[in-house]
Nanobody
Framework: QVQLVESGGGLVQAGGSLRLSCAAS????????MAWFRQAPGKEREFVAA????????YHVDSVKGRFTISRDNAENTVYLQMNSLKPEDTAVYYC?????????????????WGQGTQVTVSS
C-alpha cells in the first residue's frame, strides 16, 4: 500500500512558476513508476507527465513539453513537478499517481494509487 500526499499548489499569475511535490509512504517507492495528472472543472482527468522508477526515463504530454519537468528523489520518497511559464489553461487540480510497474502509461486506470490533489490556479 502506498499513500501519496501532494503539496505546492496555489495561485500564480500567467508566466509564473510553481513546484509541486508528492510525498509517498512505504519502502517500495523506488520501484514505482510515478506520474502527474490534472483535472480542470468540467473536464476529464488527463495525463501530464510520468517518470520511471530509476528516474532516467520521463515522458511529458505535448501541451507541457518545454515548460514542465517531472523528477524524483528516491532517497526522499518524493516526486516533483516543476511548472514554468504557466498559462491560464494549466488551471486544474493536480494529482500524483503511482503505478506498480516499470513502464510508463498515460491512462488513469493504469495507476494503482492516487493522492488527494492540489489546486493550481493561473490568473491571466
Amino acid at each position: 500500500q502506498v499513500q501519496l500526499v501532494e503539496s505546492g499548489g496555489g495561485l500564480v499569475q500567467a508566466g509564473g512558476s510553481l513546484r509541486l511535490s508528492c510525498a509517498a509512504s512505504g519502502r517500495t517507492f523506488s520501484t514505482y513508476t510515478m506520474a502527474w495528472f490534472r483535472q480542470a472543472p468540467g473536464k476529464e482527468r488527463e495525463f501530464v507527465a510520468a517518470i520511471r522508477s530509476s528516474g532516467f526515463s520521463t515522458y511529458h504530454v505535448d501541451s507541457v513539453k518545454g515548460r514542465f519537468t517531472i523528477s524524483r528523489d528516491n532517497a526522499e520518497n518524493t516526486v516533483y513537478l516543476q511548472m514554468n511559464s504557466l498559462k491560464p489553461e494549466d488551471t486544474a487540480v493536480y494529482y500524483c499517481a503511482a503505478r506498480q510497474a516499470t513502464t510508463i502509461r498515460t491512462a488513469t486506470n493504469d495507476y494503482d494509487y492516487w493522492g488527494q490533489g492540489t489546486q493550481v490556479t493561473v490568473s491571466s
